[in-house]
């Protein structure tokens, strides 16, 4: 963008990404930077934007003497990193990042800074995720078996990110139709929008309810509808949770642990080309991740809570 903001001391929200968790600034009256991907899937899943500024990775808004700098996180389409420059400091703000290639998103990739703001989601030396190959191979081949047993292949994911993985994955490796509940559908359209191609089906139309009835498709619905009654469906979920938790947890057969997150070795890369001198974790493992931060990579490093969010300066 590079543009000069002029003085003034408003308060401006940059938005990292679309999923519910990120996106409170957007119904505030002050001035909203986002992707323009995170405003269209927003908008796709019912939200309201009231005042917004697109910005483009690698753009830069200037606000008095501070710059803020946007970059890839890799963690669902338009995902954004943050990096802050004040004249002292400069602070890296990693929201939800995904460090691994996968068939929608880019790897992100960490820049220098001196004080590292970065989710922990996975931040625990149990989360090692398998290579995405493999996960793909793995997810490919349970689908094939299903079909060829007569089964329907129903997966849950989330709505936003991982649901167009999926698509992208069947329609990239076999010529099964995929059908995908309506609330999916309308953030698949935004992917299509901005690039990704999706070949897929919404569930509501007539074509779709046919594929589901005749088992003739994969189904790929929202993890929050884990009770819809499907006729000879085999169900599948995807969340790096799998490696944790028996699939009984999610009262069904298969999961697989694809992630829209960074594993431990992936945060633990991410930290060391960051190379901060210091780093506040927050979600997920935060203190024992902040505990490691500090023990093992020697680098000063506390879990954020909810009260320290309040003044840039309680950081520096
Ligand atoms: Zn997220």
Redesign the pocket.
């Given at each position: 963008m590079d543009s000069r903001e002029g003085k003034s001391l408003t308060t401006r929200n940059f938005i990292s990404?679309a999923?519910s968790d990120?996106v409170a600034g957007f119904e505030s009256k002050t001035v909203n930077y986002s992707t323009i991907e995170t405003k269209e899937i927003y908008l796709a899943r019912g939200g309201n934007v009231l005042d917004f500024k697109a910005l483009k990775f690698g753009d830069t808004v200037y606000l008095d003497d501070i710059e803020v700098s946007a970059y890839n996180a890799g963690?669902i389409l338009g995902s954004t990193q943050y990096k802050i420059q004040t004249p002292e400091t400069s602070i890296l703000y990693s929201g939800?990042i995904n460090c691994v290639d996968t068939l929608t998103t880019k790897a992100a990739k960490a820049s220098s800074c001196d004080v590292l703001i970065l989710e922990a989601t996975y931040g625990h030396p149990f989360y090692v995720f398998p290579e995405r190959e493999d996960l793909y191979l793995d997810i490919v081949k349970w689908v094939l078996k299903q079909v060829q047993n007569k089964r329907s292949p129903v997966f849950q994911a989330y709505s936003a990110g991982k649901a167009q993985e999926i698509v992208k994955l069947l329609n990239t490796f076999t010529e099964i139709p995929v059908v995908t509940h309506p609330t999916i559908a309308k953030v698949n359209k935004v992917y299509m929008k901005y690039g990704i191609s999706l070949d897929f089906i919404n569930s509501k139309n007539e074509e779709g309810k046919e594929l589901i009835r005749k088992h003739q498709c994969v189904y790929v619905i929202p993890t929050s509808r884990s009770s819809m009654q499907i006729e000879n469906a085999c169900w599948a979920i995807v969340t790096g949770w799998a490696l944790k938790f028996k699939t009984a947890t999610y009262g069904i057969k298969t999961a697989f642990p694809l992630s829209s997150h960074a594993d431990f070795i992936q945060l633990k890369n991410y930290v060391e080309e960051a190379s901060p001198r210091k780093v506040y974790t927050v979600h997920g493992y935060k203190e024992e991740f902040a505990k490691f931060i500090h023990e093992k990579l020697g680098i000063n490093a506390k879990p954020l809570t909810p009260l320290h969010q309040r003044r840039l300066a309680d950081y520096l």
């Open positions: 990404h999923h990120h963690h939800d």
